[in-house]
């Protein structure tokens, strides 16, 4: 025998669920996953640089990791980490957001020849070889980096793979197997005259979710792949980031989170973010007085936030070192600390491992 509520019952619950706050959801963009996928890849039978208009058809049609990847789940309505405030405040709250024009790539087609390369810092948490390398690999900053400095100007792209300037530093080198949605990711790349070496290889299938053993590092220190962060100048043309950003920071904590792997520091302050943090501009933040590119990436910023991957310059972005995209700075310092806030996966979340 059935039951019936009274009326004014009936209305009563369902004032009280209308009035229930909503439920983060943890998901991607179904938008993002249609678009990519009604987009037609393009035959590949070459290396093809990424600040091209043939790399940009290529990669309009190129899924990075699945829908329910971290670096593609929407986080906008994701509840605060309990210490946000302490751990903004570690990073600085009057420091501005800043971009490094500094992550190249480059896309190559599925039969490119695969090589050795010596393995000189970190053989042990590096993926075994061969990998796809091209002669033609940029390595960290170019091309616009050079271009755009009177003083290296006249840089040739083998003087870079080489380190004729004596630079050092990072030296991230990229490259991208589209057909088969494949990344391979150096650490310290050095073109030499016995071949190529690196001081790690990491390899990352975008067809999966599968993360990096626990305690490995990668090309980025908190053991996740850069590729699927960068700033791009198709995405900027487009009008819309649907990925995480990276950030780097100056000071970490000896700590990691998914889908981090790995840990740079010794310091253990528990208002230091920890590698793989996830930070998203204020849901509240007026972007409405910004332009073009930084409008697109403060958006972008909202809804996909950033994840924490390596010590560096404090809040700065890696964005392509693609000529095409204009110089951001002086939009971009006008967001401060004090805009951003730390979020945790809602209660429940079980990400895959």
């Not at 678009?35 to 091209?52: E, L, Y």
């Not at 993360?211 to 980025?220: A, E, F, Q």
């Not at 792997?261 to 010794?266: K, P, V």
């Not at 958006?299 to 995209?325: F, H, Q």
Request: aromatic share 8%; glycine share 4%; charged share 30%.
């Amino acid at each position: 025998m059935r039951l019936l509520l009274p009326v004014v019952l009936v209305a009563a619950c369902a004032v009280a669920l209308a009035q229930e706050p909503k439920k983060p959801v943890v998901s991607g963009d179904p938008a993002r996953v249609e678009r990519i996928r009604k987009a037609t890849m393009p035959k590949i039978d070459k290396p093809i640089s990424f600040d091209t208009p043939e790399a940009d058809a290529i990669l309009s049609a190129l899924e990075v990791f699945p829908e329910d990847n971290p670096w593609n789940l929407v986080v906008s309505d994701w509840p605060l980490h309990a210490k946000s405030k302490e751990i903004v405040a570690s990073i600085g709250v009057a420091k501005p957001l800043r971009y490094n024009p500094d992550m190249s790539f480059v896309l190559v087609p599925p039969d490119q020849k695969k090589i050795d390369v010596k393995l000189v810092s970190y053989p042990d948490e590096s993926d075994k070889g061969p990998y796809m390398l091209p002669d033609s690999v940029p390595l960290e900053g170019w091309p616009a980096n050079y271009k755009r400095n009177a003083k290296l100007k006249d840089t040739t792209l083998d003087d870079v793979q080489r380190d004729k300037l004596k630079e050092g530093g990072d030296r991230h080198a990229i490259v991208v197997d589209p057909t088969n949605r494949m990344l391979y990711e150096f650490y310290q790349l050095k073109k030499t005259d016995a071949g190529w070496q690196a001081a790690c290889a990491a390899k990352f299938d975008l067809k999966s979710n599968k993360l990096r053993p626990d305690g490995w590092t990668s090309s980025d220190a908190a053991g996740l792949p850069i590729f699927p962060s960068i700033i791009r100048y198709d995405e900027l043309k487009r009008g819309s980031i649907d990925h995480a950003m990276r950030v780097t920071v100056v000071k970490t904590r000896r700590a990691y989170v998914h889908p981090a792997t790995h840990f740079a520091s010794r310091l253990t302050d528990e208002n230091l973010p920890r590698m793989g943090e996830r930070i998203r501009l204020r849901k509240d933040f007026d972007t409405s007085k910004f332009t073009g590119e930084v409008k697109v990436i403060l958006e972008g910023l909202k809804k996909y936030g950033m994840l924490v991957a390596d010590n560096g310059i404090d809040w700065a972005l890696s964005c392509a070192p693609d000529t095409r995209i204009p110089v951001l700075h002086d939009e971009l310092r006008k967001v401060k600390g004090s805009d951003f806030e730390v979020v945790v996966p809602p209660p429940g979340y079980k990400p895959e491992k």
